[in-house]
Structures are given as structure tokens and as C-alpha cells.
């Protein structure tokens, strides 16, 4: 079984890449965060899980921490009718922060999960459900990217009020995230923070 890969990157795709070792490519399929950084003939690591499909035979899947491993191998073991595809679309979208993603869990918000996150609501409540008593046994690495998360706590008010204007969740959360890299007060009140968030949306 093959359990680590170290070599030199031959070639790169949207969610994967061909690392190149002792003269052998193998295929790895990556996490969209972790293959947008890769180059073709940098170094590279990954700690790696096989899965045997009937159709594709052996797969790879990569993983540049150790602790997104075993976050995978959580979604994939724990939540039901979960196979290593769906594990990895799962683990794309907590990897914008695992701090977070793994509060929102313990916290049983399944606000946070639709609106930063951009889960379904019934896929955040089954995430709740099936991880609620298991998230603590993955590694955090990394602190909470998302401070909006924890100083404003309207947010899925504001969240609400974009999608009910006809904004998608992920529009909405772009707005927040610029409107937090501006440095707009976390005590400001609601009503500007949605004519500011609707100004950026606008742009």
C-alpha cells in the first residue's frame, strides 16, 4: 500500500497532479487548495490513501498535511454513503478553514456550514450528525480564518437577507470576506453591513 509519495511534479491539474518518482508518474487526485499551489518541476510530498474502484481500478489521493488525511478518512468512514469523490468535495469545502469548519461541528450550527461553508442544509445536518462525537479525534491545524464567525452574530441574518435580494450563498460570502479584508467593524449594525455587502456585490 502506498502510504507517502516525495518527488518532483510532472504535471498539474485542476484537482490533482503526476508526481515523478525514482523515474514512476503516479496520478494523485488533491484537494483543489492544495493542487492550485503545485507547479510542474518543484518538489513535491503528499501522504497519500489508495481506493480500488471497479471502474477505475487503483486511485490516489493525496494530501499535503497529514491532518487533511485524516479528516478524509473521517468523512469517508464516518458519514453514510460516503465514498472517497464525495469525501473529497467534503473536505474542499472545510479546508477554507478546518478551525471553523471543526467548531461549527461541535457547535452544531448548521447556519455556519450553509452560509460560509456552502453546504446544503440537509448535508450540514447529516455532517452534524454523523461527526458531532468524532470531529475531536482529527488534528486542528491552523486558527479560525473566518472572524466574522465569531464577532458578528448576525451573520446569518446578513447571509439571509443577500440570498433573499437573489444573491447565492457563495456571492454572499464573498461580499463578507471582502467587507472583512476592508476592516469593517465587527459592532456595525446590520443594516450597513448589507448596503455595504450589496455595494461590493455590485462592483
Not at 54 to 68: C, I, R, S, W
Not at 89 to 111: C, G, T, Y
Not at 173 to 186: E, H, W, Y
Request: net charge neutral.
Amino acid at each position: 500500500m502506498i502510504a507517502y509519495l516525495k518527488g518532483e511534479i510532472l504535471e498539474t491539474k485542476e484537482d490533482g497532479a503526476i508526481i515523478l518518482c525514482g523515474g514512476v508518474g503516479y496520478e494523485v487526485n488533491l484537494p483543489h487548495p492544495s493542487a492550485q499551489e503545485l507547479s510542474v518541476g518543484q518538489p513535491a510530498a503528499f501522504y497519500v490513501a489508495e481506493s480500488i474502484s471497479p471502474y477505475d481500478g487503483t486511485v490516489l489521493y493525496g494530501f499535503t498535511h497529514k491532518e487533511d488525511k485524516d479528516l478524509w478518512f473521517l468523512f469517508k468512514t464516518a458519514i453514510p454513503n460516503t465514498g472517497p469523490k464525495k469525501a473529497m468535495e467534503f473536505l474542499n469545502k472545510a479546508l477554507r478553514s478546518v478551525a471553523d469548519f471543526h467548531q461549527a461541528i461541535l457547535q452544531r450550527d448548521p447556519k455556519i456550514l450553509t452560509g460560509i461553508f456552502g453546504f446544503t442544509a440537509k448535508t450540514a445536518e447529516k455532517l452534524i450528525n454523523s461527526l458531532k462525537d468524532k470531529i475531536d479525534a482529527v488534528t486542528v491545524q491552523g486558527e479560525s480564518k473566518i472572524k466574522v464567525l465569531e464577532d458578528a452574530p448576525y451573520l446569518s441574518n446578513v447571509l439571509e437577507a443577500l440570498g433573499a435580494l437573489g444573491y447565492s450563498s457563495a456571492e454572499a460570502r464573498r461580499a463578507l470576506d471582502t467587507l472583512q479584508k476592508q476592516g469593517i467593524p465587527s459592532h456595525e449594525k446590520l443594516e450597513v453591513i448589507i448596503k455595504e455587502a450589496l455595494r461590493v456585490l455590485k462592483k
